[in-house]
């Protein structure tokens, strides 16, 4: 969702400069970005994901005994 687009620019008499802007005219920016961003935010996601997770404190469960309870 890109709000605002900026120019990039290229010194085409530099001729490193001069191919990337070669490059720029046949890609997609939007589709690199996302092809180089994905491996990093899965890797992000797994981190986060193998945190340990602390929902609460054990509750220790105490089972009634049942010598005083009569047989129907």
Do not use: Y
């Amino acid at each position: 969702m890109a709000t605002e687009r900026k120019a990039v620019c290229f010194s085409l008499n530099d001729p490193v400069e001069r191919e990337m802007w070669e490059l720029t005219k046949k890609m997609n920016f939007s589709g690199w970005a996302k092809e180089h961003l994905k491996p990093l935010a899965l890797a992000r996601i797994a981190e986060r994901e193998s945190q340990v997770k602390k929902t609460g404190a054990p509750v220790p469960v105490r089972r009634v005994v049942g010598s005083n309870v009569s047989k129907a």
